[in-house]
């Protein structure tokens, strides 16, 4: 099968000659320029899969084993999805290789157990950013090193509509430097994406270099631009009349009988709008009755009062998952049928509609050209129209009203072209950017990030541990701007005062979290409804009340608080109660809760466990070790032979068998449990860690660095520093504790499978002292920095990630008949 054979049966049209150069020319590019609507998502996509299972050998090794594929917009993701799951099921690999989605909640996916399988991973520049980041958003906190170990080795980033990214454009090219500095398991490159991109937008401190030198470009040839018999010139020379409004949306009503007036029966309107606040207040005008009043503060929220035609959709990114899935559906049909969508920048890029009739809201440059691209996308209508609204901003006072999200120069920049153009089709607008002077077109393309992420953040970031108020490093300042960020609610009902009694509240799941903007009203509302509200405590292991506002977190509140309509999305406003999706999850992962170990199948003694652990990861090892070392696929084995020693610690066996009656008397008396049917128990001391206690032995006996490292790190809980913490409970006689874990307590022997016994030892924790010990060891945060210093944080992830996810995959298929000895 060749290219084009490949390409026509996965979407059944043939690719354009820019698609086929992606998928089989060298170099690798890293700039993708194309105009909007030229199928760039399945250029990227299906070249990557060429280039992963069809190419010649060399080019396949070097095609890294996932495509991360990020986006601005959160309404994009599943539409994406999908279309990618439609390709991969029209070339018959569907069940090989998998779409997955990466946004907020509690899953079951399990893309990061699997890190020796091809996976093409779809999420927001906010989910994918902030796992990069290892501090991923609305994900447990002990799980973040594997997402962040995964996507900065073995992954080829795609930064789709990059003019949309904000900060977050300038942290993709200070990760991509930072990966070329630290260093990564096999390839790991970035490719940015858009059909209106400057290369000086990477230019950032550490990737400037590379920039200057020049960055690879893929772009549509001068013969593809001048075709006339293909698909592409069709929507190349699509015609887009530009007009100016008559009214703003500072007249809501007269704008939307502007809209009325100018929307054609049987098509598609759409009218995009720089703000939520805008686009509801269009919305109502629309869909109240002629004499209805409009909405104020104190109004309650309530469902539209249905039009006989046409039919009025709102569309933004602040509804739940499943409202939000059920209006791009519908999106899609109206699409066919006629209607009139208002919306926000979520249709801006990616979402493959096209309408007869726009409305857009003054814009930068950048927006507006990806807004216009969903007008006459295809060419299908000989003449399409664009409005373009004005707004007032002659005066500091109206530009900081009217501007926002905006800067004023952006849009004061891009309304002086806007007024000396007729048409804005693809070639039309291609053209009349060709003929300004090159300070005229610099001038649309402004950008300047406010935040800039350097090297000593990205190694700080690579330790988890709270600080002792369960804080960490803000990373949202470098993945949107100030007045952007989110957090994410969702909404409950339960019995009494305490989300924790008289039953603990189970984890979001993905499809009940809803993203609310930092801004004024949504931070009054969170404040009025305080008592209410509740954030997952890791240290505490429980639902605690919220003293501040952190973007990115997630905030439990009772269905009682309101502030979400089906119709409208979440509005402070709305005052009617929630109806919680009844979707839920686990139990949140907390520090003391040790998922793995319980509620397993059956029961299982270390050895038998370490024996599978061990399985798993020569079965992970015989994909990936050629990204490895020797040296490092040793220490591997070494640690997932050793990285249950800890549980023959008392303290794990008395709570592991609390309550429960094992399957069968252990073995022999160098046995000790590993897995249990039963829930377990509280573990007497208090933020007690199996790990720790593992590597603590391990560094005793003079283990390697490496090996103690990864066998501390592989529940993520335990990493760069140990300490004592608040929750514990002191060790008598004044002796040194650190996770549950008190010195001078004895471990006895114990079978690790494999025909290894660990002896009996007394534990010491003078490792956790800074500095050297009394016999010249040192410590274990020098040690661990040692390693991050000597493999760099992205490799060092990696390796913990390899032991993490043979771990895992052995605890949730726990097997009878595997030997304990």
Known sequence: MNFDDFFTQATSTPPYAYQRRLALDDPWPEILEAPTGAGKTEAIVLAWLWRRRHAAPEVRRATPRRLAYCLPMRVLVEQTRDRVKRW????????????????????????????????????TQDMLLSRALNRGYAVSRARWPMPYGLLNNDCLWVFDEVQLMGNGLATTAQLAAFREKFGAWGHCPSLWVS???????????????????????????QSEWKATDSLLTRRLEAKKLLTPAKFTTGE???????IRTAHQPETLTLVVLNTVKKALAVYEALTKPAGAPTRNKKDVAKPALP???????????????????????????????????????????????????????????????????????????????????????DDQRQAAKNAPPYAPPELLAARKELSSLEDVGPRALRDYLAQLPEERQASLYLYEPESVIRRRTVEELFDTTPDLTDADLDVSVYIRENDEHDV??????????NPNQPQLQPAPSRNELCPAPLNMDTLAWLDKHQQERWRWDFLESRWQRVDRNVPGQTYLLRAEAGGYSIDTGFEPTATEPVTPLGDVSQSPEGNDSDPYSTGRKIWQTIAAHTNQ???????????????LTPEEVQHLRHAARWHDWGKAYAVFQEALTSGATPDFPLPDEMQGW???????????????????A?????????????????????HGKVRLSIRSLPTEKAAPGGRRFARGVWEGDRMPRVKLGGGVIAPEITFSLALMELGLSENGQPSWAERALALREQYGPFRLAYLETLLCAADRRASANPRPEVSND
Request: glycine share 8%.
């Open 488 to 497: 994410y609610v969702f909404w409950r009902m339960w019995e009494g005062d």
């Open 88 to 123: 991969l099921e029209q070339l018959g690999g569907g069940a090989e290789i998998k779409a997955y989605i990466l946004m907020g909640g509690e899953q079951a996916d399990d893309w990061d157990l699997y890190p020796e399988r091809e996976a093409i991973l779809i999420g």
């Open 613 to 627: 652990v061990v399985e798993e990861l020569e079965n992970l090892l015989a994909e990936l070790a050629t990204l």
């Open 195 to 221: 059909a209106t991109l400057r290369p000086e937008w990477l230019s950032t401190v550490d990737w400037r270099a590379k920039v200057a030198a020049g960055l690879t470009r893929h772009a549509l040839a």
């Open 307 to 393: 039009l006989p035609a046409p039919e009025i959709l709102l569309l933004h990114s602040r509804f739940r998952p499943p409202e939000r899935q059920a209006k791009m559906k519908r999106l899609l049909q109206l699409a066919e049928t006629g209607g009139i969508v208002i919306a926000t920048q979520v249709v801006e890029a990616g979402v493959d509609v096209s309408a007869r009739t726009l409305f857009t809201e003054l814009s930068p440059w950048a927006s507006f050209v990806q807004r216009v691209g969903r007008c006459n996308r295809k060419g299908e209508f000989e003449q399409a129209q664009v409005f373009w609204v004005d707004m007032e901003l």
């Open 674 to 692: 590993g897995k249990s049917s039963g829930q377990g128990a509280r573990y007497a001391h208090p933020g007690f860690r199996h790990e720790l």
């Open 252 to 258: 809501p009503k007269k704008l939307a009988d502007e």
């Open 694 to 714: 593992s590597a603590v032995g391990m560094v005793a006996l003079g283990h390697s660095d490496l090996a103690c490292y990864l066998t501390a790190a592989h």
